[in-house]
């Protein structure tokens, strides 16, 4: 099983739309995918089972109380589950504290998935804390949505510093850029010419489109409603790369 994440410091970079993408891609190529919204606004699981929620159990299940399973529900699309947020995740990062045992807790309570699942996705808030701590040590790659601009470069360069810092291994950070509108002059020169911090920089770039913003009108993932539009195709392209990069198979 791999996990990988979905993360920006930066809020509105297009990050939920595409974990929720990628894990749709993944479960319609018959990887057996859970996607966990760790975001409390909890937008993730709402493009996927809108009609689920949060059981309210994850404070128990961080005690051992329960098993973590408890948590998951199905969605509407084969092969495709969900663990969906609550608004207790507001204080997620609070509790997951309280009772960590080391940076290894997220990825202890995500291990016995599996035996059920090839892929976990992590759809993360735009934080750097204790649970981003935690992501980092759990996951095989960090998928770092970039909107090509100077604020969105500084923020990704503040998370390589945070994880070098706490020795979480930096190497396993994936930028790829996100909303790109090659209109504007800044995007087509960071784009063709992309500074040296962005290593290991995708070569899939996702465009500014409205189509993405009628995910929320449809409540499903874009592959679902719009299976040949091209953004689609570029949400494919960039699972197929992501899947490459990180051996997912």
Request: charged share 25%.
């Amino acid at each position: 099983m791999k996990t990988i994440a979905f993360y920006n410091l930066k809020g509105g970079v297009g990050k939920t739309s595409a974990a929720v993408n990628c894990a749709w891609l993944a479960a319609a190529s018959g990887l057996r995918t859970l996607f966990w919204d760790l975001d409390p606004q909890g937008a993730g699981g709402w493009y996927l089972a809108p009609r689920e929620s949060g059981n309210g159990a994850l404070k128990k299940i961080l005690r051992r109380k329960i098993p973590v399973g408890h948590l998951v529900v199905s969605t509407p699309y084969e092969k495709l589950d969900l663990i969906p947020s609550e608004f207790a995740y507001r204080d997620l990062d609070v509790a997951v504290k309280r009772h960590a045992e080391g940076d290894r807790t997220l990825a202890t309570l995500i291990s016995p998935f599996g035996e059920d699942y090839s892929l976990v996705v992590l759809d993360c808030p735009p934080s750097l804390s204790e649970l981003a701590q935690q992501v980092f040590a759990a996951t095989d790659a960090v998928l770092v949505p970039l909107i090509p601009s100077a604020l969105s470069l500084r923020s990704y360069e503040q998370v390589q510093t945070f994880m070098k810092d706490r020795r979480l291994g930096h190497k396993q950070l994936y930028p790829f850029f996100s909303q790109v509108d090659r209109r504007r002059k800044l995007h087509r020169g960071l784009r063709e010419d992309p500074p040296a911090s962005l290593k290991r920089l995708l070569a899939t770039e996702i465009p500014y489109a409205a189509i993405v913003e009628r995910m929320g009108e449809q409540m499903q993932p874009l592959p679902a409603f719009a299976p040949n539009d091209p953004v689609t195709r570029q949400y494919r392209a960039l699972w197929c790369e992501i899947a490459e990069r990180v051996g997912i198979s």
